[in-house]
């Protein structure tokens, strides 16, 4: 899933500090699964902006809504008669959500109220991590299933460099060295030769490099 | 004896089997070119060529391909370092042949320290591709005459291409495998991380031995004389994939203050001669960081003087 962040309260009230009346719109979608832009998200910070408003003797009137997906036309389209009755509209989906509607909805202003990060997955209760950079041609079977474009920090094909100790990254020690997993594994596994090949340089056409992605799928388009 | 693959001073010393010795040189930060002919001019004749590190420990300096030519200018042969973190292979390929052009005829070819320890912590980092990609591709450009792409060079560079090995960092069972991987790669030369724990280098020393390592490419042995006790704790503590053992730095501080530089330089000297007999060793790279001037006394104490003039 796509993980997100939410941005601090007091950028979001900068953000809305000439609105009389705004709208805080979650996404069903990933934002809800992460913990930080579903229904129980909106209405926390719709309270949160009601408060810090209220106590500066400038109330605000927030609406919440969560919709099924801020990612597809389909659902934007559900706020239609809405969204054009407020000052501005608080998105709490990734980065996607709110250009789909400032796309929709022209003449309304969206803000992003999280800080989209990374395509993770939750580890444990309350930790997420990253674990894919959406390069647009996987490897990860090539290195026990363990992906170093997205888990070392220098993306290195033949690692582990030589900042690699006690198993973590020289850069944290929060941060794993996914290359001393990799090796280990290979080790274990006694397929060490799959990481003596000199591996050619990758082709990043398929990841931003190569421009704006887009994808077509004919038989689905009607 | 066969055809040298880039007639650079260094490669010819350890072809005709003497045991080499390289020095190092940062650049300065800013234009000072002075003060880099004045750091260059402590290491003329006293070692076989200079590494010229490109923006080390990423904190921004003169380019180390500007740098390399001013040395080339001096008469000083330099060993043109080079980092994936900072440039994509168009950039890379450009300043490779930009280096040879200005008349530099080695090159290591190294991932680069991440860009958080750097002064500029907030930059984006490149990697495009990887230190092993590097050197498979320097290797094309010199033998094959080709770029990456398979597109003709119009005269290609002939470099002696080196690469770092670090024999500390871990898994240390697989770090003899990552050298040879660099050796398949196209490395004719490796210079390793700062040695100061000998029993882990006498490991590792032997395996690469066992696996025919040392047959196919030249193995010079990273020294740095320690200045202090501050530094010798700052290194074990601080600096990544470094290995300073407790009895190392006891030993320094045994030595009493105003002494320290003096046993640092007396325990770089033994390691010198233990390597001299070591198998495997084709020579020693002193990295005196920040020390060009006491490089002389240091050869000189350990041993490795004249340098060889090769023709």
Known sequence: ????????????????????????????????????????????????????????????????????????????????????????????????????????????????????????????????????????????????????????????????????????CEIDSDIECIWDTVVRKKMEQGRLDDLRQVRTPKDWRTARDGGPRKRKREELIS | MSELKSGSNLEKVLKAGHFAFTGECGPPKGANVEHLKEKCSHLKGYVDAVNVTDNQTAVVRMSSMAASAIMVTEGVEPNYQMVCRDRNRLAMMGDVIGAYSLGIRNMLCLSGDHQKFGNHPESKNVFDIDSIQLIAMVKKMRDEGVFLNGEELDVAPKMFIGAASNPFADPFEFRVHRLATKIDAGADFIQTQCIYNMDKFRKFMKMAVDMGLTEKCYILAGVTPMKSVGMGKYMAKRVPGMDVPDEVIKRIADAGKGNYAKEGIKFACEQIEEFKEMEGVAGVHLMAIEWEERVPEISKAAGVLPRPVMD
């Not at chain 1, 129980?40 to 919440?64: H, T």
């Not at chain 1, 969560?66 to 008669?81: A, F, M």
């Not at chain 1, 608080?90 to 202003?109: I, K, R």
């Open chain 1, 1 to 168: 899933m796509i993980v997100a962040d939410r941005k601090p309260l007091g950028e979001l009230l900068d953000m809305v500090k000439d609105c009389k009346k705004i709208m805080v719109l979650g996404c069903k979608g990933c934002v809800t699964v992460c913990n930080v832009g579903g229904v129980k998200e909106v209405e926390v910070l719709a309270s949160s902006i009601k408060i810090a408003r209220k106590k500066d003797g400038n109330p605000i009137e927030v609406v919440e809504k969560t919709i099924e997906r801020q990612c597809d036309p389909e659902y934007i389209e559900l706020v239609k008669g809405e969204v054009n009755a407020f000052d501005a509209v608080l998105s709490m989906a990734c980065g996607v959500g709110p250009q789909f509607l400032a796309e929709a909805y022209e003449d309304q202003t969206f803000y992003p109220a999280v800080d989209t990060k990374f395509f993770g997955g939750a580890v444990q209760h309350g930790i997420w991590e990253e674990r894919c950079a959406g390069c647009g041609t996987c490897l990860i079977h090539y290195f026990g299933t363990l992906c170093p474009i997205a888990r070392c920090s220098k993306s290195l094909i033949h690692g582990p460099c030589g900042g690699s100790a006690n198993s973590v």
